[in-house]
């Protein structure tokens, strides 16, 4: 605990100049004065904002500022737009009455009605009453909303499967406000056993984790996190859930957490799951004289591993995160020397320094995840790994693989690899025998280093028409025919060409990130009938076609989309007729390249009427590139200006964020930026949403607002 108040500190001196500085969630008047010792004025007008729940601290750390409660009319706006998505006046009259008595219960607290609406929208109206009455809220005068709160959530658990239970009390071993990630969280579900094959008949283990983690998202009991690509990679746990989840799971013996404070008896009774976070010095003796023999899950958060209790026999998940070592981890006696003798052992995350893979892994005949990604692991050893691995992670450093170590775990879902420049092609290669693989995220390098370095300063970009390096790698994918997740990076200066070449079909294929693989064109395969569940896509283009756009809107699941594109042209696009919407669900596009945009055009607009054509209903953030060099060419300057025109017509209800690269490289005069810059800005003013507009480039870097 003591080491992250230092690192705060340590950040927040550095800051001397004008700055505003939000501190959120401060439990403790101890923890603001510690951090208040950092916050000396330096004259500059720096602002300081915290949140905490507790008016003691709020009075210590200055004038008070306490949240009202939702009004009545946004309260029913919040819970209306979760069951009914709508304002309900489509509701009949009971259904109303019971909404009407449960936002009196809810009193304007927003987890409240969001967690409660969750619960209503999966019941019909009529049980809505029933609902109400087996919360079981006070009858008295005073409404504690905590309470009133607590019995929603309580309610809601108690609604759900026995397995989803056990997947949501799982969340007790995470500290408070802890990134959690999804794939990592679905893979600890699975080596806990929290649901079979069985139950997977058909679909496999990790979609139907992938199914509960949906279903508590939807019941608002954990919250997903996206990343600034619009992708759900994490989900958080709001405090008071957490708080709920870590009660009910002492009570039922579920998890034990043990967080190294000082008041903090460690309990003579330890449940099945273990998880240590920030055990310190004075922790030590404590630990090493408690009993293990009935621990199956042992997670260890911020710990010193040398300190983690050896010979844990039946241990089946070993999860260590963020975690350190103070001495040479090949001179430990620890639980790492006792790994061969984990017959019972599915799960393992090894962190903190941790340079050399134990040899003792292979002899684990039952392991099935084995993650690296935070250690420093630099090659994989030559003994074999359990071939029944159906997620294996490196980190993100170069690693060297071994001839035939991919090729033989044939059971693999997950991988996510860097191999080394001389592992590349025998590992692009054994791709191709990984038929169940559903993720796979990897970094290649196939260029030359000292080429590169060359053509860095000659600011030039080569591509590689490698066939060698082409073939392989189309054959190893065409063999995935499951993959679901696909990430391929090519980190030199270099780009490989994949010209127009054909994969086979992915009909289960939503993430599709393709960074320095370069296409001709828009491969044949990505079309709706082959590719209908694609929600995510980034490509590289040397051209576009105004079919080419019209086939991309009409996917139906796309959200995400950027194009790095060799056009100098302007890309026109067909407004559809008969109701059809191109990009319907996109909400975030990036397109970037010399110049290459399209312009909305035709459709069933007229002068007769005063409708405008939409298309990217659902945009919210739009980026683009400008090459101030080709606006000086007579033809581009007027795409241009035809894509100002056509902005307008982007994201009309909900439109929040546009940014634009100017590339100004060997632009001397500034007044042309300038020109630019202003036209942009109008554009963003007379948008119906005026989206905050961002300009970036060698003379700008300035976020402006197109408000009037």
């Not at 009259?93 to 969001?114: T, W, Y």
């Not at 080709?630 to 017509?649: E, M, P, V, Y």
């Amino acid at each position: 605990m003591y080491a992250t108040y230092v690192n705060i500190l340590t950040a927040i001196s550095w800051i001397l100049y004008r700055c505003f500085i939000v501190i959120d969630d401060i439990w403790e008047k101890e923890s603001w004065k510690l951090i208040r010792c950092a916050l000396q004025d330096s004259s500059c007008g720096n602002r300081v904002m915290v949140t905490t729940r507790l008016s003691e601290v709020a009075s210590h750390a200055g004038e008070t500022y306490k949240m009202p409660r939702l009004s009545r009319d946004d309260s029913e706006k919040l819970l209306y737009s979760r069951i009914v998505d709508g304002d309900g006046k489509y509701l009949d009259s009971p259904s109303v009455k019971a909404c009407d008595k449960i936002l009196k219960k809810c009193d304007g607290v927003p987890l409240a009605i969001i967690t409660i609406a969750s619960l209503l929208a999966s019941k019909p109206g009529e049980n809505w009453f029933e609902i109400y009455d087996s919360i079981g809220f006070g009858h008295g005068d005073a409404n504690d909303d905590v309470d009133n709160t607590r019995r929603i959530l309580c309610f809601s658990y108690y609604n759900l499967s026995s397995h989803l239970k056990a997947c949501l009390l799982y969340l007790s071993v995470f500290p408070e406000d802890y990134l959690i990630e999804k794939n990592g969280l679905i893979w600890r579900w699975i080596a806990e056993g929290f649901f079979s094959e069985e139950q997977a008949a058909g679909i496999g283990l990790f979609e139907l984790g992938e199914r509960y983690f949906s279903e508590l998202i939807n019941r608002s009991l954990i919250q997903p996190v996206e990343t600034d690509e619009g992708y759900v990679d994490d989900c958080r746990v709001h405090d008071m859930v957490l708080d709920l989840v870590r009660s009910l799971s002492s009570q039922e013996n579920f998890v034990t957490v043990l967080d190294g404070s000082e008041k903090q008896k460690f309990p003579g009774n330890i449940a099945r799951r273990l998880a240590l976070q920030q055990i310190a010095e004075h922790n030590r003796g404590q630990l090493a004289n408690m009993s293990m023999k009935k621990v199956r899950s042992l997670i260890a958060n911020e710990c010193n591993i040398s300190w983690l209790p050896p010979q844990i026999p039946v241990l089946r998940v070993l999860h260590i995160e963020n975690c350190y070592v103070e001495e040479d981890y090949g001179k430990n006696t620890s639980i790492m020397e006792d790994l061969g003798s984990s017959l019972h052992l599915r799960h393992l995350k090894l962190s903190g320094g941790i340079s050399e893979l134990p040899k003792k892994v292979g002899k684990i005949k039952f392991l099935q995840i084995l993650d690296l990604s935070e250690t420093y692991i630099k090659e994989l050893p030559e003994v074999e790994l359990p071939t029944q691995l159906v997620c294996l992670r490196t980190g993100t450093s170069e690693i060297v693989v071994r001839p035939g170590l991919i090729s033989r775990l044939t059971s693999l879902q997950e991988l996510w690899m860097r191999p080394d420049a001389g592992s590349t092609v025998n590992f692009l290669k054994e791709l191709g025998s990984l038929r169940d693989l559903i993720d796979l995220r990897t970094t290649i390098d196939v260029g030359d280093r000292s080429v590169e370095r060359d053509l860095m300063v000659l600011r030039t970009r080569v591509v590689v028409r490698d066939e060698s390096i082409k073939r392989t790698l189309l054959e190893s994918l065409g063999n995935l025919r499951n993959i679901q997740y696909l990430r391929i990076r090519v980190t030199s200066v270099d780009k490989v060409w994949l010209g127009d070449a054909g994969f086979a079909t992915y009909r289960h294929l939503r993430y599709l990130n393709f960074h320095g693989l370069v296409f001709s064109g828009l491969p044949v395969w990505i079309k709706t009938s082959l590719a209908p569940n694609l929600s995510w896509l980034r490509l590289d283009l040397t051209a576009m076609k105004e079919q080419d756009m019209e086939t991309l809107g009409r996917l139906p699941e796309l959200c995400f989309l950027e194009l790095f594109s060799q056009c100098e042209e302007l890309v026109s696009i067909k407004i559809p007729t008969g109701g059809v919407v191109y990009f319907r669900k996109l909400r975030i596009m990036k397109i970037y390249g010399p110049f290459s945009w399209f312009e909305p055009h035709g459709g069933e607009s007229n002068s007769n009427t005063s409708v405008a054509p939409t298309i990217m209903p659902s945009l919210e953030s739009l980026e683009f590139g400008v090459d101030m060099v080709s606006l000086k060419d007579a033809t581009t300057r007027l795409c241009f200006h035809k894509l100002l025109i056509g902005f307008k017509n982007l994201g009309t209800n909900s439109l929040e964020r546009v940014t634009v690269a100017l590339n100004c490289w060997r632009v001397t005069n500034r007044s042309e930026a300038e020109e630019v810059e202003d036209a942009l800005v109008h554009a963003a003013a007379v948008h119906v949403r005026r989206p905050a507009l961002e300009t970036t480039g060698p003379y700008v870097s300035l976020v402006l607002c197109a408000m009037s």
